[in-house]
């Protein structure tokens, strides 16, 4: 079981993301709607995964996570991308995420992934 921060800011995805997360026994210690929020929340929470979003107002995912990643540098930062994110997807990489999940959601390839970088 992993403390999870769910970032992204569609209301739906954050839904859908709670849904197979707790369904997989993980904890839901917050939902941030962008990735300024996102960031103030981890460095409150410290939750063992994050989920960002790449697309989101205020700030975006990809600053999101340098922010995180700098305060941070064990962060588990787990990106959810969505089709024709190529080039985002290697600035991530290239930031130290740990892994992507593509909108959208397959329920157990998320499952998956999360217990892949938790357990
Ligand atoms: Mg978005």
């Known amino acids: ?5 769910i970032v992204d800011d569609s209301r739906i995805s954050r839904r859908i993301l709670r849904n197979i997360l707790e369904q997989g026994g993980h904890e839901i210690v917050g939902e941030a709607g962008n990735g300024k ?17 790449i697309t989101m107002p205020v700030m975006d995912g990809l600053e999101s996570l340098e922010h995180i990643v700098t305060a941070d540098p064990k962060a588990k930062v787990l990106m959810i991308t969505a089709a024709g994110q190529k080039d985002k997807m290697m600035q991530a990489i290239k930031l130290g995420c740990i892994d992507f999940v593509a909108k959208p959601f397959d ?5 998956d992934i999360v217990v892949k970088h938790t357990s």
Do not use: K, S
């Open 1 to 5: 079981m992993a403390r999870i921060l």
């Open 37 to 53: 929020e996102g960031y103030e929340m981890f460095l409150e929470l410290h939750p063992d995964l994050v989920t960002m979003d």
């Open 107 to 111: 329920d157990q390839m998320v499952a």
